[in-house]
Nanobody, 122 residues
């Protein structure tokens, strides 16, 4: 399984970005996918996760409605729409795939993408 994350970049505070993560290979029929982020000097932090059919979504407590996770199974792609971005959202964003469920637990993910840099600055 390979995961390719994209969509990061430089955005001003209050702006929006949409991250994408395309999965390839034997991803299974019930895989959950999620996003984590890691800022310099910090541990990796859970952002959001989604079940195989989109019926279950999980978010970090701090997200507070600013981010939305979705997926398109026909494209094997998960998205993270990020609105009202703040400087503290600056981090490398990683997507992961869990072969069995949507989860907020980093150690349960089976595969990871390479990460995409998001920088929020004026």
């Amino acid at each position: 399984v390979q995961l390719q994350a994209s969509g990061g970049g430089l955005v001003q505070p209050g702006g929006s970005l949409r991250l994408s993560c395309a999965a390839s290979g034997r991803t299974g029929d019930r895989s959950g996918m999620g996003w984590f982020r890691q800022a310099p000097g910090s541990e990796r932090e859970f952002v959001a996760a989604i079940s195989w059919n989109g019926g279950n979504t999980l978010y970090g407590d701090w997200v507070k409605g600013r981010f939305t996770i979705s997926r398109d199974n026909a494209k094997n792609t998960v998205y993270l729409q990020m609105n009202n971005l703040k400087p503290e959202d600056t981090a490398i964003y990683y997507c992961g795939l869990d072969l069995f469920r949507a989860t907020e637990h980093e150690d349960e993910y089976d595969y990871w993408g390479q990460g995409t840099q998001v920088t929020v600055s004026s």
